[in-house]
């Protein structure tokens, strides 16, 4: 497919917020119509990555925990960040130990992802990990999880039912339902 040319040029930029998580720049832009504009955008400093362990028998497990931007409780994948120079299945081992006490011999590169294009940069990468062992879990500090482990259908049925509502954890769901119910998985 033939790369199309960035209608947009920016005139000006501002950073407008920095931190270790995320740093937003404001753009004083000429927008794709030819007029005057304003763009934010988010750029994150770290790669969003989840992670569904699988079982021999379809099992999987979810992490729950309060969102604060959302101000309201999270049933989603294991997921964490990974930094932009670290190798992301290396991430995604560390986030699935650390979260789950689970380490997987297996590991299948469901999809990559952006999450929000129209106002950030953040990439997400999803992993299927199997051929599982089981240790302790040791979250980060400040991590107050719950842990479900459900079999998988169960987990499906609770995306359809507006349950799970985590991008990552949505998208990640649906193509491994579609992997299994194809044997592909």
Known sequence: MEKEKNPWTSKSSAVKYDNPW????????????????IYGVVHYKNKAIGIIPLDVNYNTWLVGQYRF??????WEICEGGGLHQVDVLVSAQRELKEELG??????IKLLDMHLSNSVSDEMGIIYIAKELSYFEPEPEEGEVLQIKKLPFDEVYKMVMNGEITDSLSVAGILKTKLLIDQGKV
Request: charged content about 10%.
């Open 102 to 107: 689970i380490v997987a011999n297996s590991w």
């Open 22 to 37: 995320i740093k937003v720049t404001e753009h004083q832009t000429i927008n794709a119509a030819g007029g005057d504009g």
């Open 69 to 74: 931007p959302l101000q309201q409780y999270s």
